[in-house]
């Protein structure tokens, strides 16, 4: 950070102070964790399902993934220079040691506490102010569910994963591995044989979530990888809106997240799935940082049930992500909303994929992504548009700021259409903040500085503005942390 | 039969008849040695391309057993007959590719000052190393068997206005591969103009034409290429083109898919200099099982440089079109203005469109668009023409040709662009590719244009 703010002449000098924000949630809170030896073998496995204590069933599961996940290579398609990843040298478990589920706030650890304070969550504050409920998986295991009871009055069932296959084995069961199979990618697979938590929620028929359901997922111990899992069902006409943040301490090495969203989408159900992503992005010259390769998904199955994506990506090393929506149900309709940011060293291929079946399915993708310093910030999607989908209708919108002379923003839109009712379009432009525009700015008395941050800020209000708003102060507090120096 | 075998064979199979080039000049016996060393690592990159469709892809295409005319035997071909078909007949400088063998026209005797064509099997030897250097980047097949082609070259500040033309025939009773090549070679502000036409008169028989052009634009030249593909569906075609572009340069490219088999056309661009203008276009009407892919690659290096890209496609029955496009914007390419446009017309339920169009940009003094539309013919247009008493199948066909003009009225040669129009428009009603049944109508249309 410089120490004493100079004032910068020019919108060069003022972006080149990009590279000097700090990651603020740099801290590591000593918190006895209970770490098994690294490394991924068939015992591994056992030993991860076993200190679960889960049934033989998924056990089953897991060893079926991860006899796949040996004939399988890491995908070298995307936009990304990924350095070998030793698979071996992560621990693949590491639970706080609390053997027992804390029955209240008092018994779970002060220190934890303190560390979802200091990421402006605090438990009891947002129990009683902001409505949400908060089920936080830090390192692997679900610490914390709030407002468990209000919810269960409706029926509704918002817990961690593992709780889920003790009490709700059927449900599990029945909807585990449905839209993303094991079989589906290499880090699906590597998901699928070693999950250790996560979350599930299952909204019963006609009800409607009364809050917002949130999900705050933190690495904290070193070397060790995240790989949570997420399964979201929205029986007929039921609706919720989820909402999942996601912090990392400060590290030298490179943590490996790989996690996995599956989500149900019943008939005239209505799911809105938020994430604001900020893991470490390791630092200035690229050392440490999470590499972030989670498959998320969504079928909507179900008539005129519709499914919305929304992302703010500000952190992370590498990021590869597609968010998708699988369209089968009549009338049924997808929606991405993404904000990517990449600064430093960073890199980023994310996008979606939008796949009509059902006839009369809508789609909508709006993605803006903005590259500063040296890196990399691709968009990469699909929509396709099965022979038998009449009536399909796609608006496909991805725009690109460039900050900096040595950064680089990419567009690979795949569009494949065999119904010939369908419509589909698909915008994109790439551009620099315009001078003129600064040059208003300043004319009108407003610093350099302050511009580049109102012209950002202008620029994702788009996106921004399908955040819940509860998100969307946070969002925003990460946009201007992400591009410091540049955004007032 | 598998695409590495077949590649294999065809590797064998030049090694096995070396003694038949002993008279060949150095320049094809060149070709042929750096494409032995290649291909091997370039069959690797036909069989993991998945951008194209899996019938336009270069194992699927080259995987059939065809024949090659390794000696180099004259074929024959109704050179009359061929000009029926409406785009030949021009006042240009005629040359013909029967087969793969290159014959000149009268026409192309007496060239005009500046310009010089010569068959790559008698290129002089002061053009060698230039005819070389310019071929780089060929596709390492169509090296390897090749045995003729064009070289054109126009000299310093030669402006050619009338155009060269180049009519690619093909006729035989046994399956054929046909290697062809033409090296432009446009010296610093020259102007050429170049037509290329591909036609079959033999239904039949499956062949494959496998053409590559090389161009190479000097500073302040300007080359427009045009080229037109009127074909039978037995004839599938693997067309390359690769130029690299010097300062203030100009390129123009459009090609028209009229009637063929499957075709897979790709684009190199390398837009090397500094202020270049680059037009990419293309457009194709695509009926019964027919498939084009049009695979676009733009490179900007220089400062200053804009270009534009536009392809359209209407696809019928169970046609198939394909577009990918990539422009690459990279760091030394200050202040380039790129636009990508491609527009399709799916006017059947089995038909298919993909798209792809790419931007790689690693520059941020840019201005750059892509845009991508897949749908139908506006409802409201065809009925306001219905109720003027249009019918429907009129209505539509009027529309289409209205969807298409744009990418025809891009085109600066005047006498092409009328023709074209024309051509669309009998392309559209449905008449044959067949000269038999439209050789005077083609005549009577366009022989005063």
Redesign the interface.
């Known amino acids: 950070m410089n120490e004493t703010p100079t004032k910068p002449d020019t919108t060069d000098d003022i972006l080149s102070q990009t590279t000097s924000g700090e990651y603020k949630y740099g801290f590591t809170s000593d918190i006895d964790t209970d770490i098994i030896p690294a490394g991924l073998s068939e015992d591994v496995v056992r030993l991860i399902s076993k200190k679960k204590g889960e049934p033989e069933w998924l056990l089953d599961f897991r060893l079926k993934a991860y006899r796949h996940w040996l004939t399988l290579e890491p995908p070298t398609w995307a936009h990304l220079k990924i350095p070998p990843i030793d698979f071996q040298a992560i621990s693949y478990y590491a639970a706080p040691k609390n053997s027992e589920r804390p029955k209240s706030l008092d018994e779970v650890d002060p220190a934890l506490i303190d560390t979802f304070n200091r990421l402006g969550i605090p438990l009891e504050e947002q129990k009683q102010l902001s409505g949400m409920a908060v089920d936080a998986v830090m390192d692997s295991v679900s610490v914390q569910t709030t407002h468990r009871e209000r919810l269960a009055e409706l029926g509704i069932i918002f817990c961690s994963f593992s709780e889920a296959v003790r009490e709700y084995p059927d449900l599990v069961r029945k909807y585990l591995g449905k839209v993303v199979s094991y079989r589906d990618n290499f880090y699906a697979a590597l998901n699928s044989a070693v999950f250790s938590d996560g979350s599930f929620v299952y909204i019963p028929k006609g009800v409607r979530c009364p809050m917002e359901l949130s999900t705050y997922f933190r690495i904290n111990a070193s070397g060790t990888g995240q790989f949570e899992r997420t399964l979201i069902v929205a029986d007929d006409d039921a609706y919720v809106s989820y909402l999942e943040g996601c912090t990392a301490p400060m590290r030298d090495e490179n943590q490996l997240h790989a996690a996995i969203v599956e989500i149900i989408v019943e008939d005239r159900a209505e799911v809105k799935y938020s994430t604001v992503q900020n893991w470490y992005a390791g630092d200035a010259e690229g050392r440490g940082g999470v590499y972030n390769f989670v498959t998320k998904r969504g079928l909507c199955r179900g008539d005129y049930s519709k499914l919305s994506w929304t992302q703010v990506e500000t952190g992370s090393a590498i990021t590869w992500k597609y968010p998708s929506c699988i369209l089968a149900g009549q009338g049924a309709v997808g929606e991405f909303y993404s904000v990517a940011v990449t600064n430093k060293m960073q890199q980023a291929d994310t996008g979606t994929k939008m796949i009509h079946i059902g006839s009369n399915t809508r789609s909508t993708i709006v993605s803006k992504g903005i590259s500063a310093g040296n890196s990399q910030n691709s968009y990469r999607g699909l929509v396709k548009v099965a022979p038998q989908a009449e009536g399909v209708r796609n608006y496909t919108q991805c725009d690109s700021l460039l900050l900096s002379p040595t950064c680089g923003a990419h567009t690979f839109p795949v569009i494949e259409v065999a119904n010939s009712s369908a419509v589909v379009e698909h915008e994109a432009t790439t551009s620099k903040i315009s001078e003129d525009q600064i040059f208003y700015c300043n004319q009108r008395g407003i610093p350099t500085e302050e511009a580049v941050g109102l012209i950002v800020n202008g620029y994702a209000k788009e996106v921004m503005n399908k955040l819940p708003m509860e998100f969307a102060v946070e969002a925003q507090k990460l946009l201007e942390i992400t591009l410091e120096g540049s955004v007032g | 039969m598998n695409a590495a075998k077949a590649f294999g064979q065809y590797t064998a199979l030049i090694q096995a008849s070396s003694g038949l080039f002993a008279n060949d000049p150095g320049l094809l016996a060149r070709f042929r040695a750096k494409a032995l060393g290649s291909l091997p690592g370039e069959i690797e990159k036909y069989k993991a391309d998945k951008s194209v469709p899996a019938e336009c892809r270069l194992d699927t295409l080259y995987a059939p057993d065809y024949g090659i005319n390794l000696q180099h035997l004259q074929m024959t071909a109704d050179v009359a007959a061929a000009f029926h078909c409406g785009v030949p007949n021009l006042n240009c400088y005629l040359m013909v590719v029967v087969g793969d063998v290159v014959h000149f026209t009268s026409s192309a005797e007496k060239l005009p000052e500046g310009l010089e064509i010569y068959s790559l099997r008698n290129i002089p030897k002061r053009y060698m190393a230039d005819a070389e250097a310019i071929s780089e980047r060929s596709d390492s097949l169509n090296s390897l068997l090749l045995t003729d082609g064009i070289y054109i070259r126009v000299n310093e500040s030669c402006r050619i206005d009338k155009p060269v033309q180049i009519v690619n025939l093909f006729q035989s009773d046994t399956p054929m591969l046909t290697p062809r090549r033409v090296i432009i070679d446009a010296g610093a502000a020259s102007a050429l103009r170049v037509l290329l036409c591909d036609h079959s008169q033999s239904p039949a028989t499956p062949h494959l034409s496998s053409e590559v052009i090389n161009v190479r634009v000097a500073k302040d030249a300007k080359v427009e290429i045009y080229d037109i593909e009127e074909s039978m569906p037995s004839t599938h075609r693997h067309w390359q083109l690769n130029a690299s572009q010097d300062d203030n340069s100009e390129l123009v490219v459009n090609t028209t898919y009229l009637h063929g088999g499957v075709t897979a056309n790709e684009y190199n661009i390398d837009v090397d200099g500094d202020g270049c203008f680059t037009s990419l276009s293309g457009l194709a009407v695509l009926t019964g099982e027919q498939i084009v892919s049009n695979k676009a690659v733009l490179r900007h290096k220089g400062c200053h440089c804009s270009s534009r890209q536009l392809f359209k496609n209407a696809v019928f029955d169970k046609a198939h079109g394909s577009f990918g496009g990539r422009v690459v914007v990279e760091?030394s390419a200050m202040h380039t203005d790129a636009a990508q446009t491609n527009r399709?017309i799916?006017?059947?339920?089995?038909?298919?469109?993909?798209?792809?169009?790419?931007?790689?940009?690693?520059?941020?003094?840019?201005?750059?668009?892509?845009?991508?539309?897949?749908?139908?013919l506006d409802e409201q247009a065809l009925f306001y023409m219905q109720s003027r008493g249009i019918p429907r199948d009129e209505a539509r066909r009027m529309l289409t040709q209205a969807f298409m003009a744009d990418v025809i009225d891009n085109i600066s040669y005047e006498v092409l662009r009328q023709r074209l129009h024309v051509l669309v428009e009998k392309r559209l009603n449905g008449d044959s590719a067949s000269c038999s049944t439209c050789a005077t109508a083609c005549h009577s249309n366009t022989a005063g244009a």
């Not at chain 2, 799916?346 to 897949?374: F, N, W």
């Open positions: 760091q399709n799916l006017a059947s339920a089995d038909a298919r469109m993909d798209a792809s169009p790419q931007l790689e940009i690693y520059c941020d003094e840019v201005k750059a668009s892509h845009g991508a539309t897949t749908g139908q």
